[in-house]
């Protein structure tokens, strides 16, 4: 069976890892696998730093089909003939697409109409906001899928509700998971420790990266201004990509515990994630690692793609709200945080269960 597993952005590569470890474990072992590791943009692409491939454990892409358009039509249709070209020279009996972007969408519509199979991993995740190109993503990629791979019971909800056959739908748990847990021995501890003189447990960190909430500068910098004097002088750690930085130096929002970094490396922001007081974020990514971790989350966002963090783990929605940041900040400083517990299947095997049901459940 070879496989095509495509990543169209770098926290792909964070799911993928697990699974290419798992397909060459299970090749190894004299199993019929292989996988192919497609990369839609360019071998350039700055946010692939040196040393994320060292990091997740994992070889580089075999191929980056170099695509990198703004507007969102025009990369579809890139991808689609880049990718049409790389399945004419290197056949595969399934195409792995991850998460929902435009990547995951246009590869999947190249592979279906090649009478490949698709398999969805992280399917079935809903914001239910139709004005969100992301939601048109994850509804064509289920509706073209053969495997459909889900984190959780809500997730194999939504797709009932969509009447996807449940034949096709397969409970595998959190792959996010599983690099985690994997390099959670491997964790290096940031330089900014030393320099800051910062303590585990004792500091929030913060991580920003939806232009939606940037953009909307007056409430971006309330909100700003209601954590920094929430956290009453704990230090909050804040490693921001560059128009991230840019949007709080042009607001003029300084603070002595407010601490400005440059991105981190896979390894170094794990070590920040696994030992913060709490994390307030707008990543699903980071709220999910953050349940795991049992690290109180505040999400600035007012859905989760995976709710088992909220009605589970440890994480709670406040929506871009200054006033309910205040109020959830009040709450963790009291003490008074959610304990949480772990998702069903959250257990860092999801890349095992992935190939075995490959491998049980072979393409016709």
Known sequence: MKICIVAGARPNFIKIAPLA????????????????????????????DASLFADLDMHEPDVYLGVGYENLSERAGGIMFSFTKELEEHPANVVMVVDDLTSTMACAIVAKKRGIK??????????FDMNMPKEVNRMITDGLSDYLFTAGMVANRNLNQTGTGSENVYLVGNILIDSLRYNRNRLLRPAC?????????????????RHALIDNTENFANLL????????????????????????????????????????????????????????????NVAEEATFLGIPCITLNNYAEHPETVSIGTNELIGEDPEQLEKAMKRLQNGEWKSGSLPERWDGRTAERIVHLLLENPVS
């Open 193 to 209: 420790f030393n320099i800051l003189n910062l303590k585990e447990q004792g500091y929030i960190l913060l991580t920003v990266n």
């Open 225 to 284: 201004r209601t954590l920094i004097a929430e956290a009453n002088g704990t230090p909050i750690i804040a490693p921001l990509h560059t128009y991230v930085r840019n949007r709080i130096a042009e607001l003029d929002i300084t603070a002595p515990n407010l601490h400005i970094l440059q991105p981190q490396s896979y390894l170094a922001f794990g070590y920040l994630e696994a030992n913060a007081k709490a994390i307030v974020t707008d990543s699903g």
């Open 118 to 127: 698709v398999a969805h991993l992280v399917a079935g995740t809903r914001s």
């Open 21 to 48: 470890r798992a397909i060459n474990h299970a090749r190894e072992e004299g199993k019929d696998i292989s996988c192919r590791i497609v990369y839609t943009g360019p071998s350039d692409d700055t946010s692939l």
